[in-house]
């Protein structure tokens, strides 16, 4: 069974830029979680996406948006980059109930 | 509001020993709890997991305990070995929340060997 794949795996852009990352979940996932990753402070929760709803989103900016299409396959956008945007951008997938995530390689953005 | 910790950044074991990892959270809602190991340019990937209705879950080498009056848990690695060598992360969801995990910051083990 393929793993969860992120595209693309790395990303320069400048501030003020727009950027989109996309996940492929594992095939029968319904569930996509998107996280931000930065040194010092962990995985942050950033939303979740299943059957195309959003049905959780955490504390960030609406600058960052998210998607899900009904291939399960799910995108992430960030808007007017900041130059603290930088990080490795991680999704997650599961079934759908309460369960184990799976985790994509992640998407490393780095904005100049 | 980090509502999971990880006090410990690093930790050095030697091969052979017992390595702990410990967790502390502070919402009393939390019911699910993971643990998860990631190497460099991978994303993590899930060791082992409990329930609050239970205190310990073993799976071979690796066990978590879970002392839910004093909101912390912790995992231990028996023997360890160089491979595991990782940070591990511990996570904590409450069940009505769907998959809203809170992650902590993360610990460096390192086994020598």
């Known amino acids: 069974k393929a793993g969860v794949t992120q595209t693309p795996r790395y990303l320069i852009k400048t501030r003020g830029q727009q950027v989109t990352l996309s996940c492929s979940p594992i095939s029968g996932h319904r569930s996509v979680s998107w996280y931000q990753q930065t040194p010092g402070q962990g995985l942050q929760f950033l939303f979740e996406y299943f059957s195309e709803t959003q049905r959780n989103k955490g504390n960030f900016p609406g600058r960052f948006s998210g998607r899900q299409f009904s291939n399960s396959r799910s995108e992430m956008n960030v808007s007017t980059l900041e130059l603290g945007d930088s990080a490795l951008y991680l999704c997650?997938?599961?079934?759908?109930?309460?369960?184990?995530?799976?985790f994509g390689p992640g998407t490393r953005l780095t904005v100049l | 509001d980090q509502q999971v910790k990880q006090n410990s950044p690093s930790l050095r074991v030697q091969e052979g020993r017992i390595s702990i990892l410990n967790c502390d959270y502070t919402n009393s809602m939390f019911d699910y709890f993971l643990w998860y190991k990631k190497y460099p340019a991978e994303g993590p990937t899930f060791l082992i997991s409990i329930s609050s209705i239970k205190d310990k879950n073993e799976d071979g080498r690796f066990t978590v305990f879970l002392n839910k009056s004093a909101k912390h848990l912790s995992l231990h690695i028996v023997p360890s070995q160089p491979g595991d060598s990782a940070v591990y992360f511990c996570a904590a969801s409450a069940r009505n929340t769907g998959n809203q995990f809170y992650f902590g910051t993360g610990t460096s083990l390192t086994v020598i060997p």
């Open positions: 997650a997938t599961t079934l759908g109930g309460h369960n184990e995530q799976f």
